[in-house]
């Protein structure tokens, strides 16, 4: 008889996550994974077959946690401008790196690894980008100023603020002091009212 689990699954893929984000999928290895989830090898391994598995199911808690809060963020009835919900978003993020989180955004910094030349996990990063986006264009349908806009231009506009929103995650994560993380929000609002005008 197989003797039961002796930990909890949710518990191990949320430590797991915490060394990919920390490290990246490339650099965290099955040592550093052993001990941030506390876990023998042959738990793991039985728990989740390789790291790749692991890290397909980290990324789907991850969307399900960061790109739900995004998207409930961005469709936000209490603030009826979209342009407000899209700016906050930046906001919050620009706050969490100079405040002293430098994480970035797990999606965001798998977007720029050599990880996507896995096609697996290039469509679990695209699915959750997708999902952002989304949130982006579900917020410029409630822009006053956007709202007008055809499918197509949405769809670019947010495209254009997607990009935006993954340097600036990206950025956050390098330290460096370009003050781009300290003006992202001014950008992303620069940008909006150009479109606007």
């Known amino acids: 008889m197989a003797r039961p689990r002796e930990f909890d699954t949710d518990d191990a893929i949320r430590n797991a996550m915490g060394v990919f984000w920390e490290k990246g999928y490339q650099d965290a290895s099955l040592p550093d994974l052993l001990e941030g989830m506390g876990l023998t090898r042959g738990s793991l391994y039985k728990a989740f077959k390789d790291k790749k598995t ?20 961005l469709s936000d009835p209490e603030i009826p401008d979209g342009r407000e919900r ?24 798998a977007a720029a690894g050599f990880e996507m030349s896995d096609p ?7 699915q959750g980008l997708e999902g952002i ?4 264009e579900t917020a410029l349908r409630a822009s006053p100023v956007h709202h007008a806009l055809d499918d197509a231009a949405r ?25 781009a993380v300290e003006t992202s929000v001014q950008g992303v609002a620069r940008l909006l009212e150009a ?3």
Do not use: M
């Open 120 to 126: 697996e996990i290039a469509a679990a990063v695209q």
């Open 54 to 73: 692991l890290f397909l199911l980290v990324l789907e808690h991850y969307e399900d946690a960061a790109v739900g809060a995004a998207q409930a963020r």
């Open 155 to 179: 769809r670019a506009l947010a495209n254009v603020i997607l990009t935006h929103y993954i340097g600036l995650r990206v950025l956050a994560r390098s330290h460096l002091p370009l003050g």
């Open 133 to 136: 986006r989304a949130g982006l």
């Open 86 to 109: 899209i700016l906050g978003l930046f906001e919050a993020s620009a706050a969490v790196a100079l405040e002293g989180d430098h994480r970035g955004c797990l999606l965001c910094t």
């Open 195 to 197: 479109q606007a005008a």
